[in-house]
């Protein structure tokens, strides 16, 4: 039995407006007023993960019995995605839940990925990440008090592409914290088209070519048609954006240790093996995790060459 995961499409969408609109689809209309947003940035001491927390906006009036706390919505950005890159997401949904924005380790472009010796690249897999994640959750929700109370029990988590194995993953190894898992941009298997484009996107990071990763991952990302209806100056400040915010090693990084695909053997004690997509998709839906089973939504827009309709269909 695969995941609980159900599933909605729609066939204009590019790869990421899916995700936006997934963020949409959480949003429910409000009449409380709304505070001036708060939002703070954390570093959990001892490690690497970077987040941001945007504090719930509404505030409870007068006479006011229908108020409540919703649990937090944590959201993982994808492959060369930052904080920034979904602030103006995070900043709409917070206007009546906590928000937190957890940029996966690789990602930017203010730490080395090397260890301390200078022999060996930090550990960035996804259980590791998952494990960052539970950390910084833990420590942001410690710092606020006031939001556990009145408040719902778990977590809600958006996940795009590598945010959505990161969740995965998470969910694999904290069932308790998750109540609603949802994912965009993760499939059973990659396409033909999708593993060619890692392939490249491989290729340029490993001769330092971040110009062309970024024009690559664009042409992954968003719709040939959406792209060419763009204004060629937009399209090269994204570039620019892109290859001046990251690192080659830390983007390699991620994909030689995120990236792995089912190889012929089922042998699960293989530590690669049990973090790909469809062995965790079997363990999230397996009856070890029935005590507290999560509830899971896929998005895929019809148009995603990464994650096509079909292969995300097996998830479900």
Not at 61 to 75: A, E, K, M, Q, V
Not at 206 to 213: I, K, P, Q, T
Request: hydrophobic share 40%; proline share 4%; glycine share 6%.
């Amino acid at each position: 039995m695969h995941a609980p995961f159900s599933y909605s499409v729609n066939g204009i969408l590019p790869r990421t407006l899916a995700l936006v609109l997934l963020c949409v689809l959480l949003l429910e209309a409000t009449t409380t007023s709304l505070a001036l947003q708060r939002v703070h940035d954390y570093e959990v001491p001892g490690q690497l993960l970077v987040s941001r927390l945007y504090r719930q906006q509404q505030q409870q009036t007068s006479g006011d019995s229908n108020y409540r706390r919703r649990r937090p919505l944590i959201l993982l950005p994808g492959m060369a995605q930052t904080i920034a890159t979904w602030d103006s997401q995070a900043t709409l949904l917070s206007r009546e839940r906590t928000v937190l924005v957890c940029e996966p380790l690789g990602i930017g472009n203010k730490i080395s990925f090397l260890s301390a010796s200078g022999s060996s690249s930090r550990n960035v897999t996804l259980p590791f990440q998952a494990q960052c994640l539970y950390e910084t959750v833990q420590h942001v929700f410690a710092a606020q008090q006031d939001d556990q109370e009145e408040q719902e029990q778990g977590f809600d988590i958006v996940g795009f592409s590598l945010g959505g194995r990161i969740a995965m993953a998470f969910a694999c190894l904290y069932p308790m914290e998750v109540h609603n898992l949802h994912i965009t941009g993760v499939a059973w298997e990659r396409s033909a088209r999708g593993k060619t484009n890692l392939l490249a996107w491989k290729n340029c990071l490993e001769h330092d070519n971040l110009r062309g990763f970024a024009w690559l991952a664009i042409m992954a990302t968003y719709s040939p048609t959406f792209l060419l209806v763009q204004p060629q100056e937009k399209i090269s400040t994204w570039v620019e954006t892109l290859s001046t915010s990251h690192t080659s090693q830390g983007l390699l990084e991620l994909m030689r240790q995120t990236h792995q695909e089912d190889n012929d053997g089922d042998d699960d004690d293989d530590l690669d093996n049990i973090w790909t997509v469809p062995k965790m998709a079997n363990r999230l839906g397996s009856t070890a995790n029935k005590v507290s089973p999560c509830r899971g939504h896929l998005c895929v827009g019809q148009e995603d060459e990464m994650a096509p309709f079909e292969q995300v269909n097996r998830l479900a």
